[in-house]
C-alpha cells in the first residue's frame, strides 16, 4: 500500500499532509511514527499484564501450579499462529486500522476476563480454567491482529531512511510500556486485595484501549491507495499465502525469524536461575541484572535507530549487515556465559550479560527494520501477509524458546548432576542457533525474489 492522499489545494489538505506526513514521497512523519509507538506501549502493557501480573498471582497468592499459566501463556502463542490470517485481512480491506482497533479490543476483553477468571479460581476452579482458556485465546487473536496489522501499516507508510528508526521507536514504545505498567500496578497492588487487582487490571486494560484511539486518530488515509491494493492483493487467503511461501526470500527470513527468535527466547527463563544457581545471587540481585540485561538492549536498538537511519536506511541488504552483527555479537555473549558456568563465582558476568543485551537490542531492531523493508518489497498489498507469516515464526519461537531452555536445563541438572554443566551446555544451543540465524541472515539478499520488480516502489 503506497502512502498516498487525494489531490487536494485546500488548506485543510496540506495541514493534514504536514501533520500526519502521509505523502507518497513523504511517509509518516515522526509525530506520526511515535504515536504508532503509543500502540505498541499499550500493547506491551496488557501482555506483562496477563503473561506477567496475573502469572504471579495464579502462582503466589492463590497457589495455583505453575504449569497452568506457563501453559496459558504457550496457548495465546500458539493462537498468534493466525498472523498470516490477520495480515491477509487488513491486505485485502481499505485501512489497516480497523484491524489494529479490532485488535486491541479483541486484547482489552481478553485481559479483562483473565482477571477476572483469576480471581474465580479459589471458589470455581473448573470455570475459572475454561474462561482463562478463552481469555488467552482472545489475547492471543489480540496481540496477532494489532501487531501484525501494526508493523504492515509501518511497512508501508514509512519511507526506507526512517525505518531503523521506526522500528527502534516501536520496540523502545514496548519496553516502556511494560516497565512503566509494572512499576504502577505494582505499587497499587500493596497490600494485595482481589478487589485492587480487578480495579489496577481494569485501568491498564482500559487505558491501553484508549491510549490506541488517540494513537490511530485520522494516522491513514480511509481513500489512500484503495483500488491499487485491492487490485495487487490476491483476495483468496490459500492463494495469496502459497504465493508468498513462493518467494525464496520470504521463505528464508521466515526460516531465519523461527531461528533467531528460538535462540533470543531460550535464555529469558534461565537466566535469573542461573545466577542464583551458579554466582549465589539473591533474588534482588538477580533482578538487577535483569534490568542491566534491559539497559543493553536499549542501547542496542538506539544504535541502530539512529545508526541506520544516519547510514544508508533500511534497504534490506544494508540491514542484514545490522541483523548479523547482532546474531554474531549474541553468539559471543552466550559463548561468554557458557564459560562463566563452568567457571563459577569470580567470572564476570555482568558485562557479559549487558553484552548479550546491547547485541540482543542490536539484532531484533534490524530485523524489524529488514522486516519492514521486505513487506513491501513485492509490492503494495502484500505487507500484511508477510508480516503475519514472520510475527507467526516469532510465535512459534517464543512459545517454544522458554519452554526448551528450561526444560534443557532440567535435563542436564538430572544428567551431570551439577548446575554448570547444564546451563554450559543451553547456552552453547543458544549461541550455535545465533550463528546459524547470522548464516541465514546473510543468504537472505543473495536468494532471488519478486522484490527485484520492485526496486522502485516507494514504501
Not at 15 to 36: A, D, H, K, P, V
Not at 54 to 83: K, T
Not at 360 to 386: D, K, T, W, Y
Request: a positive charge; aromatic letters at 8%.
Amino acid at each position: 500500500m503506497s502512502a498516498t492522499l487525494r489531490s487536494t489545494g485546500s488548506p485543510q489538505g496540506i495541514g493534514q499532509r504536514i501533520n500526519q506526513g502521509q505523502g507518497q514521497g513523504q511517509g509518516l512523519g515522526w509525530i506520526s511514527i511515535g504515536r504508532l509507538g503509543l500502540v505498541q506501549a499499550s500493547l506491551g502493557a496488557i501482555v506483562m499484564l496477563v503473561t506477567s501480573l496475573l502469572n504471579r498471582v495464579m502462582v503466589v497468592e492463590y497457589a495455583l501450579p505453575a504449569a497452568l499459566p506457563a501453559g496459558l501463556v504457550a496457548f495465546h502463542y500458539s493462537v498468534q499462529l493466525l498472523r498470516p490470517r490477520f495480515g491477509h485481512g487488513s491486505d485485502i480491506g481499505n485501512r489497516r486500522t480497523p484491524w489494529i482497533i479490532g485488535g486491541m479490543g479483541t486484547l482489552t476483553l481478553g485481559g479483562l476476563l483473565a482477571t477476572n477468571a483469576t480471581l474465580m479460581s479459589p471458589n470455581m476452579p473448573g470455570l475459572a480454567i475454561f474462561l482463562a482458556v478463552l481469555a488467552y485465546a482472545m489475547i492471543g487473536a489480540g496481540v496477532g491482529a494489532a501487531g501484525t496489522s501494526l508493523l504492515a501499516l509501518l511497512a508501508s507508510r514509512t519511507t526506507e531512511s526512517r525505518r531503523p528508526a521506526a522500528a527502534a521507536v516501536t520496540w523502545i514504545m514496548m519496553i516502556v510500556g511494560i516497565v512503566v505498567t509494572a512499576a504502577i500496578a505494582g505499587s497499587l497492588l500493596d497490600p494485595f486485595s482481589p478487589e485492587r487487582l480487578a480495579l489496577v487490571a481494569g485501568g491498564v486494560v482500559l487505558g491501553a484501549f484508549l491510549l490506541t484511539l488517540f494513537a490511530v486518530a485520522g494516522i491513514e488515509n480511509a481513500n489512500a491507495a484503495v483500488g491499487q491494493r485491492e487490485t495487487e492483493a490476491n483476495h483468496d487467503f490459500k492463494a495469496a499465502m502459497a504465493e508468498t511461501w513462493a518467494d525464496p526470500v520470504a521463505r528464508r527470513f521466515s526460516v531465519f525469524v523461527f531461528v533467531a527468535m528460538l535462540a533470543y527466547s531460550m535464555q529469558d527463563m534461565v537466566l535469573e536461575p542461573f545466577a542464583g544457581l551458579v554466582f549465589a545471587y539473591t533474588p534482588g540481585q538477580s533482578t538487577m541484572l535483569s534490568s542491566l540485561q534491559h539497559t543493553g538492549v536499549l542501547i542496542g536498538m538506539l544504535l541502530v535507530g539512529i545508526g541506520g537511519s544516519a547510514f544508508g536506511g533500511a534497504n534490506h541488504q544494508r540491514m542484514r549487515k545490522w541483523v548479523a552483527a547482532g546474531c554474531i555479537g549474541s553468539a559471543v555473549a552466550m559463548g561468554l556465559l557458557a564459560a562463566g558456568a563452568m567457571a563459577g563465582p569470580g567470572f564476570p558476568l555482568r558485562p557479559a550479560v549487558f553484552m548479550l543485551g546491547f547485541a540482543n537490542g542490536v539484532f531484533a531492531v534490524s530485523a524489524i527494520g529488514a522486516m519492514m523493508s521486505l513487506a513491501g518489497a513485492s509490492g503494495p498489498g502484500h505487507e500484511g501477509i508477510r508480516m503475519g507469516l514472520w510475527g507467526a515464526a516469532q510465535a512459534m519461537a517464543f512459545g517454544l524458546g522458554g519452554f526448551l531452555g528450561a526444560v534443557g536445563v532440567d535435563i542436564g541438572r538430572a544428567a551431570f548432576a551439577a548446575d554448570g554443566p547444564a546451563f554450559f551446555t543451553v547456552f552453547i544451543v543458544e549461541a550455535v542457533l545465533f550463528v546459524a540465524a547470522a548464516v541465514l541472515a546473510i543468504g537472505i539478499a543473495r536468494a532471488p525474489s519478486r522484490m527485484q520488480e520492485f526496486q522502485g516502489v516507494s514504501a
